[in-house]
Structures are given as C-alpha cells and as structure tokens.
C-alpha cells in the first residue's frame, strides 16, 4: 500500500498555490508561518523550491523510469519576508538526462521586490 502522503495537500496546509505546468508558486506569507525572528520561516521558503523541482522532474519524465530521489540539495538564503507580504518561486532545468536531472529555483518576495533564496538540487532516476 502507498504511503498516505500527498504533496499537494502539504503544500495546501502551508497556503502555497502552486503551477505545475509553468513551474511557478505563490505564497502570502501568515502569521502562523513566522519564525521566532519575525521573518518567515527559512522550511517553508525550501518546500517551496523543493516542490518546484519535484514537479519539474515529472514534467521532464524518462520513457521508463519508475521514480526518483534528491541526492544533493542546497539553498542560499539572501533575504526574507514578513507577514503579508507575497513570496513567488519558478524552477528550471539546468540538466534534465536520463539517469540524473539538476534544477535551479528561485524564491522572491514580490511584494518587495528583492531575491530570498537560490536553491539547487540534484535528483537520481530510478528504473526497475
């Protein structure tokens, strides 16, 4: 049996709408997904990248492979945002091969105008 778990419905919790055609999210940001600093907390600003990439790798699906898994993963955090304030991501491809994909998000605060995050993973394809 699979495991319960949905993306989607985690990304629902958190407020995130995401595009998975356009590899595109947006958020405005709750009081409840503030840290202790004030600022938005720095997990959801990864999920976020995380999820736009994980859409992304499903987006450029290998003829038969069967799943895939991060091996690597890195956020650089470059600034952040507050209560009411809207944060987007969009995620690209840098790499997209049959054995291993690379992709690039960005997040932003748009209300503001400034960059948040540059985040990078790498995921390994799986074939039976």
């Given at each position: 049996?699979?495991?319960?778990?949905?993306v989607?419905?985690?990304?629902?919790?958190?407020?995130?709408?995401?595009?998975?055609?356009?590899?595109?999210?947006?958020?405005?940001?709750?009081?409840d997904?503030?840290?202790g600093?004030?600022?938005?907390?720095?997990?959801?600003?990864?999920?976020?990248?995380?999820?736009?990439?994980?859409?992304?790798?499903?987006?450029?699906?290998?003829?038969?492979?069967?799943?895939?898994?991060?091996?690597?993963?890195?956020?650089?955090?470059?600034?952040?945002?507050?209560?009411?304030?809207?944060?987007v991501g969009?995620?690209?491809?840098?790499?997209?091969?049959?054995?291993?994909?690379?992709?690039?998000?960005?997040?932003?605060?748009?209300?503001?105008?400034?960059?948040?995050?540059a985040?990078?993973?790498?995921?390994?394809?799986?074939y039976?």
């Amino acid at each position: 049996m699979p495991p319960p778990y949905d993306v989607h419905n985690f990304l629902r919790l958190l407020g995130i709408d995401v595009d998975e055609k356009a590899l595109t999210a947006r958020l405005t940001v709750r009081h409840d997904l503030i840290a202790g600093t004030g600022y938005l907390w720095a997990p959801v600003v990864v999920a976020i990248a995380d999820a736009l990439c994980a859409f992304g790798v499903a987006a450029h699906w290998p003829e038969g492979a069967t799943s895939f898994t991060t091996v690597e993963s890195k956020a650089n955090f470059l600034g952040s945002a507050t209560e009411g304030e809207v944060v987007v991501g969009a995620a690209t491809p840098l790499h997209a091969g049959r054995t291993t994909q690379v992709w690039d998000a960005t997040v932003s605060n748009e209300t503001k105008g400034r960059p948040m995050a540059a985040y990078r993973c790498t995921q390994l394809i799986l074939y039976r």
